[in-house]
């Protein structure tokens, strides 16, 4: 019997092992290629396809793929995105050549060198007060350009592609908008010695989150099969907070955001945090968590697959862990298959993983380690 793709996703979802595991490319900037690497394969390829930014936002840099890269890269999904707010990208298209980008909150990125762009603009930087929040000038999460696409986008996905759709609206979620808004640094301290302002900037974001969620899942939560989200937690050695701190701060915000989305939608829950998450898996599993990404093998205890599997692997579905440090970028071909098969080895028995990079793939990998790492996991 012949599996599609998106009965081979939905059986990995189930813990049930498919004809081969799933491959996740090109569904959102945390499954695809930075545009320079995109150009490369194509080129290699011999695809003519124009170049396209994910989110039309060159300065994220993600290169949306076109549907003849994604066939040959074996995806088993497709994305559904939303968009800025129209004025955002007339604001940003006529602003003056390498200035900074200013997003609808008004954080923004800037031009470290040619053509690669960092966030460095921190507008909430010296806001300390609930009455500054409560005047703060807060995006509108109701403008309908934002997911005038969202529908007509799922159901040409569905009737056209026989792939599983995943939303992946763009969403920086509580942690991390609050540190784009308040510098990292800066964010951090107040989380330790003013955690009700913490508290109260945290539940001003998730208000605007989950207005934002609900508009896209009024348009499309019918067709998702998964809904991504996420929250960078970890570092390359542990947690960017203690486990007691996200159980007492930020745990309860992301556990009403998961309330919310599934009270709207029978799709799956994918997560996001990079860095060595491993003691806070647990919470995870606790809140509704489905699918866990991206799994980074060079980050502290994540590296430990057979633990994760052991431990995690009957209440998670795993999404991600082919290296993006060392194997994909500076490896050779055959280096690249022989881990993706030791990660397979690992992880695909009774299902309950789906292949992918950790994180966005990045400029500088070569396109005969991008086809090894996917030729990999349909031998």
């Not at 189930?14 to 194509?42: F, Q, W, Y």
């Not at 991600?320 to 030791?342: H, I, M, N, S």
Request: hydrophobic share 40%; glycine share 6%.
């Amino acid at each position: 019997m012949t599996v599609t793709p998106r009965e081979r996703v939905q059986m990995a979802l189930n813990h049930e092992e498919p004809d081969r595991v799933p491959i996740i490319l090109g569904t959102s900037n945390t499954t695809s290629l930075k545009m320079p690497a995109c150009r490369r394969l194509k080129k290699a390829l011999g695809i003519a396809a124009e170049d396209t930014y994910l989110y039309d936002w060159p300065e994220l840099g993600t290169a949306l793929p076109d549907e003849e890269t994604l066939l040959r890269l074996h995806s088993d999904a497709r994305g559904v995105l939303d968009r800025f707010p129209e004025w955002v990208y007339r604001q940003n298209r006529s602003r003056p050549p390498h200035t900074p980008f200013r997003d609808d909150w008004q954080t923004g990125s800037v031009e470290v060198e040619p053509g690669v762009w960092y966030p460095g603009i921190h507008p909430m930087a010296e806001i300390a007060t609930a009455e500054q929040l409560e005047a703060w000038s807060w995006p509108d999460m109701d403008d309908p350009t934002r997911v005038a696409l969202v529908r007509a986008q799922a159901e040409r996905l569905r009737k056209e592609t026989d792939c599983a759709v995943i939303g992946t609206p763009w969403l920086l979620f509580p942690f991390e908008r609050a540190h784009a808004l308040q510098g990292l640094d800066r964010f951090l301290m107040n989380m330790a010695l003013d955690p009700d302002f913490a508290r109260a900037l945290l539940g001003k974001i998730a208000a605007c989150c989950k207005r934002l969620m609900g508009h896209f899942l009024e348009e499309a939560g019918d067709i998702l099969d998964i809904i991504k989200i996420g929250d960078d937690l970890g570092s390359q050695s542990g947690l960017m907070i203690s486990p007691p701190m996200y159980r007492a701060i930020l745990k309860p915000v992301h556990a009403d955001f998961i309330r919310f989305i599934k009270e709207r939608t029978q799709a799956k829950i994918f997560f996001h945090s990079d860095g060595d998450v491993f003691d806070l898996i647990p919470d995870f599993i606790e809140i509704g968590i489905d699918i866990l990404n991206p799994i980074q093998t060079s980050a502290g205890k994540m590296a430990n697959l057979a633990e994760l599997k052991s431990r995690y692997g009957r209440h998670l579905t795993f999404c991600g862990a082919v290296d993006t440090q060392y194997y994909l970028p500076r490896g050779t071909p055959e280096e690249v298959r022989k881990e993706v098969r030791r990660v397979l080895e690992i992880m695909s028995p009774g299902g309950g993983y789906m292949l992918a990079p950790v994180h966005t793939i990045m400029a500088d990998t070569p396109p005969e380690n991008i086809l090894a790492m996917v030729d990999a996991a349909l031998a």
